[in-house]
């Protein structure tokens, strides 16, 4: 099947998608090598998350840090020996305590690219230095967008390789206040969309070089493809539509509670770090929500910002619980969308649907 005519394959340094599709890094542990291997291998770009990637090594509890760089490097291998030639990536939060570190050992893995959120990445270029390793960051307004290429341009003398711009539908820590969240219309964030579109094309014209846009957050099928298509994106990213398949790195039961989820159990939630998340909600956080403090394991140092005494549950205990199938004790982060779930697929006939 090929794309429709508007859609252009993404060029990630000499390698070329057969479809303009990034699966959208889902941590903890939901999209591992085994899902951004598959990706690679049908032909998007395949991205594995590093957020406490290391979570199922022997020594996590003891060395956090060490266990999660372990597993960078052996994620990587296991999805290139899924898909050698396919490009693969990580998606790798600003937020992390370890995130240089992060960083430098998806370089080493061998990474395709470097998708950074969870904030500005204002030190990756410095961080990947003189690799062959394409960044991008991820951003969600306009201003945004200004912010981080305007630093790269003055600072390293360059610009980004492609942007994601993720919407207010997408799952899991968004880049939105609150109240900005039930501001955003189809038509407002359009226009958005548009804005930043712009705001990447004339810092292309400066260096001369193309620079792919693409829109993330609530796009689960063909619709909604070809919908940001028509703005003038130049490729997609996909999260919640791969949770549901065969190939995606967690638990089964974690998989049919989005099949299961209606879209009234799909809410906003707060995080322990104060931002604005999209979950699924179960026992565990309607303990949360009433108010309940909930007890944790020693601080495992996911993030840079975090006071372990005043939280009031462990961001890290709760995604493990979830990806490990305990649903009614984990945190179920999703896109809007996840409603819409209906069974288990495979990774080839989703990215068939959603270019039909």
């Given at each position: 099947?090929?794309?429709?005519?508007?859609?252009?394959?993404?060029?990630?340094?000499?390698?070329?998608?057969?479809?303009?599709?990034?699966?959208?890094?889902?941590?903890?542990?939901?999209?591992?090598?085994?899902?951004?291997?598959?990706?690679?291998?049908?032909?998007?770009?395949?991205?594995?998350?590093?957020?406490?990637?290391?979570?199922?090594?022997?020594?996590?509890?003891?060395?956090?840090?060490?266990?999660?760089?372990?597993?960078?490097?052996?994620?990587?291998?296991?999805?290139?020996?899924?898909?050698?030639?396919?490009?693969?990536?990580?998606?790798?939060?600003?937020?992390?305590?370890?995130?240089?570190?992060?960083?430098?050992?998806?370089?080493?893995?061998?990474?395709?690219?470097?998708?950074?959120?969870?904030?500005?990445?204002?030190?990756?270029?410095?961080?990947?230095?003189?690799?062959?390793?394409?960044?991008?960051?991820?951003?969600?307004?306009?201003?945004?967008?200004?912010?981080?290429?305007?630093?790269?341009?003055?600072?390293?003398?360059?610009?980004?390789?492609?942007?994601?711009?993720?919407?207010?539908?997408?799952?899991?820590?968004?880049?939105?206040?609150?109240?900005?969240?039930?501001?955003?219309?189809?038509?407002?964030?359009?226009?958005?969309?548009?804005?930043?579109?712009?705001?990447?094309?004339?810092?292309?014209?400066?260096?001369?070089?193309q620079i792919p846009v693409v829109v993330a957050g609530g796009i689960?099928d063909s619709e909604d493809v070809r919908k940001v298509m028509a703005?003038?994106?130049?490729?997609?990213?996909?999260?919640?539509?791969?949770?549901?398949?065969?190939?995606?790195?967690?638990?089964?039961?974690?998989?049919?509670?989005?099949?299961?989820?209606?879209?009234?159990?799909?809410?906003?939630?707060?995080?322990?770090?104060?931002?604005?998340?999209?979950?699924?909600?179960?026992?565990?956080?309607?303990?949360?929500?009433?108010?309940?403090?909930?007890?944790?394991?020693?601080?495992?140092?996911?993030?840079?910002?975090?006071?372990?005494?005043?939280?009031?549950?462990?961001?890290?205990?709760?995604?493990?619980?979830?990806?490990?199938?305990?649903?009614?004790?984990?945190?179920?982060f999703c896109g809007a969308k996840a409603y819409k779930s209906d069974?288990?697929?495979?990774?080839?006939?989703?990215?068939?649907?959603?270019?039909?």
């Amino acid at each position: 099947m090929k794309c429709e005519a508007n859609m252009k394959n993404l060029k990630i340094g000499e390698k070329i998608t057969r479809f303009p599709l990034i699966q959208g890094g889902m941590g903890v542990g939901v999209s591992l090598g085994r899902l951004a291997g598959s990706v690679a291998k049908e032909g998007g770009i395949g991205i594995i998350s590093t957020a406490q990637i290391g979570y199922r090594e022997p020594d996590f509890d003891r060395n956090p840090a060490e266990a999660n760089l372990r597993a960078i490097e052996g994620e990587m291998k296991k999805a290139r020996k899924i898909s050698p030639d396919g490009i693969i990536g990580y998606n790798i939060m600003t937020a992390l305590k370890e995130y240089a570190a992060h960083v430098k050992a998806a370089v080493k893995a061998g990474a395709d690219i470097i998708i950074c959120g969870a904030g500005l990445p204002t030190e990756l270029p410095a961080l990947t230095g003189e690799s062959s390793v394409k960044i991008a960051p991820i951003v969600s307004t306009d201003r945004s967008a200004k912010v981080i290429l305007k630093y790269w341009d003055r600072k390293y003398k360059r610009t980004a390789d492609l942007v994601v711009i993720e919407g207010p539908l997408a799952g899991g820590h968004l880049g939105f206040q609150r109240e900005e969240l039930s501001g955003y219309t189809e038509e407002s964030y359009g226009e958005e969309i548009k804005k930043i579109i712009s705001t990447v094309k004339s810092y292309g014209e400066k260096y001369q070089v193309q620079i792919p846009v693409v829109v993330a957050g609530g796009i689960y099928d063909s619709e909604d493809v070809r919908k940001v298509m028509a703005l003038g994106a130049d490729g997609v990213q996909v999260a919640t539509r791969f949770v549901t398949t065969e190939e995606c790195d967690a638990d089964i039961r974690y998989k049919e509670a989005y099949i299961n989820a209606s879209k009234e159990d799909i809410q906003i939630v707060k995080s322990p770090v104060g931002m604005p998340g999209r979950a699924i909600i179960n026992p565990m956080m309607k303990r949360v929500m009433s108010g309940e403090k909930i007890g944790h394991t020693p601080c495992h140092g996911c993030l840079a910002k975090c006071s372990p005494s005043q939280i009031p549950y462990c961001i890290t205990d709760s995604l493990i619980e979830a990806v490990k199938g305990n649903i009614e004790k984990g945190l179920l982060f999703c896109g809007a969308k996840a409603y819409k779930s209906d069974k288990i697929e495979k990774v080839s006939d989703v990215i068939q649907s959603l270019f039909v």
